[in-house]
């Protein structure tokens, strides 16, 4: 081989090897949660020395260097900084990054729910039948995996439907912090929302505390609401969007059409206008989902929202989508116009009219 071709397959072997290991990144990071590392550093309220961090870990003794190991990478990913760097490696101090922060597991808008679920085996196994998938006519790879879609195997599985709700109550947690904060005015004089696929009604919840004069329902599958309990102005339906809507002046699909194809989306939406129809208003559908990035932006957000265009390919029949994409979907469902505010981060809120 030339010098030149050699370099450039080095440097290729490289890259491969890079996104060949990727998977170590997600490990290594469900690894600290489960060890509890982020809660056990934010409890000593000072930079913690590898020495006071490894004596705090139910570890055995033989793997005691593994835990210097584990925290580099995690440092090197941003998850931790550190400080007091010596040749002793036990007297290292690391401290947490807003990062780890979010992994705290009594922080009121902590994502460790949502990593539990992603991965976990049940999720993460049909990754391995990806190929198989393709290959033949099953509607996702989860089914290809397990015998049944996503939604079936949370409904015969309390275990996986209980940590399925955490991990959406979790990301609604957060999420439902800034809409208020940044969107309020998208509520404002609204008296009655549904939120459909509203799960256990975190975001409800902080919406009917908000506006106590809007009747909240939250709309989901009978298994989810089951046993759940209201208030004055939230209610719980069970029920089936693809079926009807409970009546209100606004419905609400937070992170609910990125799981589903077009033609789902477009009876999804044509029964959200059939809802708000028949409160005899004008009213409008409120979308929290992402609209993906051209080759312009943030390297980083584009790449998230690409793992997540493929976790709603593998897991679901959804994707996904563009503002064009958005655009041809609220013209299929019958909607008139349409408001896309980019104020959350990987996500968007999009308001659609009739």
């Not at 005691?64 to 400080?83: A, E, V």
């Not at 996702?140 to 439907?161: C, Q, S, V």
């Not at 992402?290 to 312009?296: A, D, H, R, S, W």
Request: glycine share 6%.
């Amino acid at each position: 081989m030339e010098s030149h071709n050699a370099s450039n397959l080095l440097k290729a072997q490289s890259h491969i090897w890079n996104h060949m290991c990727n998977f170590i990144n997600s490990m290594s990071l469900k690894c600290v949660v489960d060890l509890g590392i982020p809660d056990i550093i934010h409890n000593y309220e000072k930079p913690m020395p590898l020495s006071v961090l490894i004596s705090s870990l139910p570890i055995h003794p033989s793997k005691i260097p593994c835990i210097y190991r584990l925290m580099r990478i995690m440092t090197h990913l941003g998850f931790f900084s550190k400080d007091n760097v010596t040749e002793n490696e036990l007297e290292i101090e690391y401290m947490l990054t807003d990062e780890s922060i979010l992994l705290l597991k009594d922080h009121p808008m902590s994502v460790t729910p949502f990593l539990q679920v992603v991965l976990d085996p049940i999720v993460a196994n049909p990754w391995h039948n990806l190929s198989t998938w393709l290959k033949n006519d099953d509607p996702t790879t989860f089914e290809t995996t397990h015998g049944m879609l996503i939604w079936d195997y949370a409904a015969r599985e309390p275990k996986f439907n209980n940590l399925f709700n955490d991990a959406m109550a979790s990301d609604a947690r957060l999420v439902t912090s800034v809409v208020i904060e940044k969107c309020k005015g998208v509520f404002n004089g609204l008296e009655s929302l549904v939120d459909v696929g509203g799960g256990t009604g975190t975001m409800a919840k902080a919406l009917a505390k908000t506006f106590p004069m809007m009747e909240c329902n939250v709309f989901d599958l009978p298994h989810v609401v089951d046993g759940l309990q209201g208030s004055d102005n939230l209610n719980y339906v069970g029920g089936d969007m693809f079926k009807n809507i409970p009546p209100a002046d606004a419905i609400l699909l937070k992170w609910i059409l990125h799981d589903w194809n077009d033609d789902e989306c477009v009876k999804i939406l044509k029964n959200c206008k059939d809802a708000i129809a028949k409160k005899g208003k004008k009213g409008k559908v409120i979308i929290i989902d992402m609209v993906m990035e051209k080759e312009k932006g943030n390297n980083e957000t584009l790449g998230t929202q690409l793992f997540f265009d493929m976790l709603m390919m593998v897991l679901a029949t959804g994707k996904e989508r563009t503002k064009k994409e958005w655009v041809n979907l609220i013209s299929s469902s019958g909607f008139s116009d349409y408001k896309i505010t980019p104020v959350l981060g990987l996500r968007s809120v999009i308001e659609i009219y009739p």
